[in-house]
T-cell receptor, first 107, second 114 residues
Framework: GQQVMQIPQYQHVQEGEDFTTYCNSS?????IQWYKQRPGGHPVFLIQ?????EVKKQKRLTFQFGEAKKNSSLHITATQTTDVGTYFC???????FGKGTRLHILP | EAGVTQSPTHLIKTRGQQATLRCSPI?????VYWYQQALGLGLQFLLW???????NRGNFPPRFSGRQFPNYSSELNVNALELEDSALYLC?????????????FGPGTRLTVL
């Protein structure tokens, strides 16, 4: 069945540094969704990517969908303390989530 | 517009007991999803209901069951509770059951099994 792998599992960055998390699927995806979960909170939808090679931006966040539609990335430029949390990707079915990347920001 | 609501916020049970968790989707949403999130871990899919029917089930034993009511609210039942069932149980709803519809998550029910 479909599997979605996320790396890294944890990332510590200094405030102001960039951060990237990667999501890889064993099968071609029709779309991919990204979520953010703050500590003690619940996942909040960030974005959905559908097209091969698609790139979408939300302020300091850049989302990419691979040409083969088997991988995706989330890049945060100049991290801020408000970016702390766990970032999850979810595959085509919406119900298969990666294990998430937990981002810690060092002041 | 009210978001997804879940009750109770916290639930403490002992081994062997039964737990019932409730979820009310966003108004107009017909699909409800249940996930288990053990401490520090990712989201494990439990169940998906749409239009009152169970559409998909994750890799969990039969003691995890649920239903969706005519008003699209949903209930998750966990029988014969085990210590490892302690987790945050998240409910999400989407407008329909298609793969492109966004899931909106509720705040979760924290289940502790002693």
């Amino acid at each position: 069945g479909q599997q979605v792998m996320q790396i890294p599992q944890y990332q510590h960055v200094q405030e102001g540094e960039d951060f990237t998390t990667y999501c890889n699927s064993s099968t071609t995806l029709s779309n991919i969704q990204w979520y953010k979960q703050r500590p003690g909170g619940h996942p909040v939808f960030l974005i959905q990517l559908v097209k091969s090679g698609e790139v979408k931006k939300q302020k300091r966040l850049t989302f990419q969908f691979g040409e083969a539609k088997k991988n995706s990335s989330l890049h945060i430029t100049a991290t801020q303390t408000t970016d702390v949390g766990t970032y999850f990707c979810a595959g085509s079915s919406k119900i298969i989530f990666g294990k998430g990347t937990r981002l810690h920001i060092l002041p | 517009e009210a978001g997804v609501t879940q009750s109770p916020t916290h639930l403490i049970k002992t081994r062997g007991q039964q737990a019932t968790l409730r979820c009310s989707p966003i108004s107009g949403h017909t699909s409800v999803y249940w996930y288990q999130q053990a401490l520090g871990l990712g989201l494990q899919f439990l169940l998906w209901y749409d239009e009152g029917e169970e559409r998909n089930r994750g890799n969990f034993p039969p003691r995890f069951s649920g239903r969706q009511f005519p008003n699209y609210s949903s209930e998750l039942n966990v029988n014969a509770l085990e210590l490892e069932d302690s987790a945050l149980y998240l409910c999400a709803s989407s407008l329909r059951g298609t793969t492109v519809d966004t899931q909106y998550f509720g705040p979760g029910t924290r289940l502790t099994v002693l």
